[in-house]
């Protein structure tokens, strides 16, 4: 049995930090474990320039503690209007590392997200040409009719096919996988298609958000599903097939915001992410294959190299932390396993 493991330093390719106070009290859990970390777009308003994004990302770097070599990769929230060309300088500028796709409403701050796919092909087309990677929150969510358990599998057949098809060098991530469809896609849709996995959709199925008492602290988009897709999610994340790799998706949300009549999607697990997907894999007798999912997979997606440094994790038992707190009138954030026992810890990062 394997007790200790020194990896490469891995990277969060889906990340949401915030801004203002939640951002200066969640950052640094990301920056102690990961190397780098792809910072999702989706604020009030939205991260849409060159601008937006040169001074969202000053705001992260004063978040991370001083002497962490962490680095905050940005990206840019496609709109219906977004103009090609800042998309294009603000790759070539070093500012944007990618282009996100939320469809309108799919998930938490998605109200200026794409409306009509017709409008954004100048902008698909440019970052074909460019070699810039579009990231997608692959749900269908604007026609009612879908299913909230089918909205990603619906996605993918009425918008994410085609889009392969239309733009075959454009290479795309698929986010958040949480169905035995989405697994199946991205594989035959591989190397042009890569999809990242949470640490909550290898762990949890809709039977423990909803089955025992509604447990809104389980809430996510896209939402949980059936043992089996869970079960499809295990197998490709263990794998180490290099079309699979990490994206915590961790998405802290004040306590009023997740508790409400309408509460909102997201998860905190930034505290808990390294360590519970090192579980998650010991677990699977896999954890050979930790360090593909967790540290080169998603490089060689982007064409950037791994990181140097590395991490050492060790088997041992540990209480995690119930909750951050937040400056301000947001309080705290409950964080995702809090006062469980997490079996895995970090040694040396
Ligand atoms: O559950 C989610 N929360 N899914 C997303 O796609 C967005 C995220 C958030 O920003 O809270
Ligand atoms: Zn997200």
Same mark, same amino acid.
């Given at each position: 049995?394997m007790?200790?493991?020194?990896i490469?330093?891995?990277?969060?390719?889906?990340?949401h930090?915030r801004?203002?106070a939640?951002?200066?009290?969640?950052?640094?859990?990301?920056?102690?474990?990961f190397?780098r970390?792809?910072?999702?777009?989706?604020?009030i308003?939205?991260?849409t320039?060159?601008?937006d994004a040169v001074?969202?990302?000053?705001?992260?770097?004063?978040?991370v503690?001083?002497?962490?070599?962490?680095?905050?990769?940005?990206?840019?929230y496609?709109?219906d209007?977004?103009?090609?060309?800042?998309?294009?300088?603000?790759?070539?500028?070093?500012?944007?590392?990618?282009?996100?796709?939320y469809?309108v409403?799919?998930?938490?701050?998605?109200?200026?997200?794409?409306?009509?796919?017709e409008?954004i092909r100048?902008?698909?087309?440019?970052?074909?040409?460019?070699?810039?990677?579009l990231?997608i929150h692959?749900?269908?969510?604007?026609?009612p009719s879908?299913?909230?358990?089918d909205?990603?599998?619906?996605?993918?057949?009425?918008?994410?096919? !085609?889009?392969?098809? &239309?733009?075959?060098? %454009?290479r795309?991530?698929l986010?958040?996988l949480s169905s035995?469809a =989405? +697994? *199946?896609?991205?594989r035959?849709?591989?190397?042009?298609?890569?999809?990242?996995?949470?640490?909550?959709h290898?762990?949890?199925?809709?039977t423990?958000?909803l089955g025992?008492?509604i447990?809104?602290?389980?809430?996510?988009?896209?939402i949980?599903?059936r043992?089996?897709?869970?079960?499809?999610?295990?197998?490709?994340?263990t794998s180490?097939?290099?079309c699979?790799?990490?994206?915590?998706?961790s998405?802290?949300h004040?306590?009023a915001?997740?508790?409400a009549?309408?509460g909102c999607a997201g998860?905190?697990n930034?505290?808990?992410?390294?360590?519970t997907?090192a579980e998650?894999?010991?677990r699977?007798?896999a954890?050979?294959?930790?360090?593909?999912?967790?540290?080169?997979?998603?490089p060689a997606h982007?064409a950037l !190299?791994?990181?140097? &440094?590395t991490?050492? %994790?060790?088997?041992?038992?540990?209480?995690?932390?119930?909750?951050? =707190? +937040? *400056?301000?009138?947001?309080?705290?954030a409950?964080?995702?396993?809090?006062?469980?026992?997490?079996a895995?810890?970090?040694?040396?990062?």
């Open positions: 049995m007790d200790r493991i020194t490469r330093k891995p990277d969060d390719w889906h990340l930090v801004d203002g939640m951002l200066n009290a969640v950052m640094r859990y990301t920056a102690h474990h190397g970390a792809i910072i999702m777009p989706n604020l308003p939205p991260v320039t060159i601008a001074a969202y990302r000053e705001r992260v770097m004063a978040a503690p001083e002497g962490s070599d962490f680095r905050p990769l940005m990206t840019c496609l709109t209007r977004t103009d090609p060309d800042e998309i294009e300088r603000g790759f070539r500028g070093g500012v944007f590392t990618a282009v996100k796709l469809p409403g799919a998930t938490t701050n998605s109200a200026y997200g794409v409306t009509d796919f409008k100048p902008v698909l087309a440019r970052m074909e040409k460019i070699g810039m990677r990231l692959g749900e269908e969510a604007s026609d879908i299913d909230v358990f909205r990603e599998a619906t996605f993918i057949e009425r918008r994410l096919h !085609p889009m392969t098809r &239309a733009y075959p060098a %454009l795309i991530v986010e958040h035995k =989405a +697994v *199946d896609y991205v035959a849709a591989a190397p042009q298609v890569g999809g990242t996995i949470t640490p909550y290898l762990m949890l199925n809709r423990d958000m025992y008492g447990r809104p602290y389980y809430y996510c988009m896209p949980l599903k043992e089996r897709d869970r079960l499809a999610l295990l197998q490709a994340a180490g097939e290099s699979f790799f990490l994206g915590t998706d998405a802290p004040p306590v915001a997740k508790l009549m309408c998860l905190f930034a505290p808990v992410a390294i360590e997907y998650i894999f010991d699977a007798g954890l050979d294959k930790l360090e593909a999912f967790a540290s080169l997979n998603g982007y !190299p791994p990181n140097d &440094a991490i050492t %994790l060790e088997r041992g038992d540990w209480t995690a932390p119930d909750e951050v =707190a +937040v *400056d301000g009138p947001e309080e705290r409950i964080i995702f396993r809090g006062g469980e026992t997490v895995w810890r970090v040694v040396s990062a």
